[in-house]
């Protein structure tokens, strides 16, 4: 089982926090570091401040500034841009880490922070899960083309005209492709065409593991051979006693037995256990969202606690 730190910083971070984190994430030994691609804060007494960053300006800042993490998004909205200019984004991020990017891509859903930033919305799910897979099929066709080749597109919503898959990315042949949700029917076949890995987040343990099963069945239906790595997202809320964890509850305005329920929270060895039960339904890695990006403490308390524990 691999941890992987999981930031949302349109509630309010700098690059300087994300940062802090990211060089935090590397030194106490976690695999990866996520971020959330959202333009907009959620949530009833959430102020935002200061206002949002980009995913991926920032992703390309933190590539230079870490050497070993790996570095993405869960999920960049496939509303937010054309899929040509984000594939040679993505591309170039890649490039800038020496090969650390993952590309954690949705459909988009946060239809209000598409109206306050100007950007069109698809109105029907439809239509935007229609738009979301051109989108894949052309970036992953764009980074599949060989150097000399070219690339073309008829779709219904997007059309490229022959012309030259560049940049390529580091890795090869692209940097892995997470696709995640807990949809019935198009989730699991997209997934199981295009996914290196299938995420779900913040659900139990049993609606988990039936978006895993209906991912490998859908694998199974489309023939497909190579392996897809399950991972699941959940909240984090660890603390050494009692005191401790309600004391980080708070301070992210939840409360300690709905943690329980519904996120990683607790002692260490209650945290432990819970990451069991996902890894018995198949998971193999484990984003922990850190909603407070200034309780770095939290995350040594994991390393130092949680994690030699794990298999």
């Known amino acids: 089982m691999r941890l992987r730190i999981f930031l949302e910083p349109q509630q309010g971070a700098t690059y300087e926090d ?51 993490i790996r570095l993405g998004t869960l999920m960049t909205a496939a509303t937010f841009r054309y899929p040509g200019p984000l594939a040679i984004a993505v591309a170039q991020v890649d490039r800038m880490s020496g090969g650390r990017v993952e590309f954690g891509f949705g459909a988009g859903w946060f239809e209000e922070e598409h109206a306050v930033y100007g950007i069109p919305f698809p109105t029907t799910a439809r239509e935007r899960f229609d738009r979301y897979e051109e989108q894949l099929d052309i970036i992953t066709g764009l980074w599949s083309t060989p150097v000399g080749g070219t690339f073309r597109y008829e779709g219904k919503y997007y059309r490229l005209a022959e012309g030259p898959a560049l940049p390529e990315p580091e890795q090869g042949p692209r940097p892995p492709v ?50 897809i790595v399950y991972s699941a997202a959940q909240v984090l809320c660890v603390g050494r006693d009692e005191a ?40 193999e890695r484990m984003y922990l969202q850190l909603l407070d990006m200034a309780d770095l403490e939290q995350l040594a308390l994991v390393a130092s606690e949680v994690v030699p524990q794990l298999d």
Do not use: C
Not at 181 to 204: C, H, I, K, Q
Not at 207 to 213: I, K, L, P, Q, Y
Not at 247 to 264: P, S
């Open 18 to 68: 994300q940062l802090a984190v990211a060089k935090a994430t590397e030194e106490l030994g976690f695999d990866a570091l996520f971020r959330s691609d959202h333009y907009l804060h959620m949530g009833d007494g959430v102020s935002g401040l200061p206002g949002p960053t980009d995913a991926w300006i920032t992703l390309a800042g933190l590539a230079r500034e870490t050497s070993r």
């Open 178 to 227: 997470l696709i995640g949700g807990t949809g019935p029917r198009r989730t699991p076949r997209l997934a199981a065409t295009f996914a290196d890995e299938y995420n779900v987040p913040f659900s139990s343990a049993a609606d988990t593991g039936a978006a895993f099963d209906r991912t490998r069945e859908a694998a199974a239906s489309v023939g497909r051979t190579d392996p």
């Open 244 to 283: 401790e964890i309600a004391r980080r509850a708070a301070r992210i305005g939840r409360e300690v037995d709905e943690l329980r329920l519904n996120g990683l929270a607790g002692t260490p060895a209650e945290v432990v256990d819970k990451i069991g039960r996902f890894a018995e339904l198949g998971a």
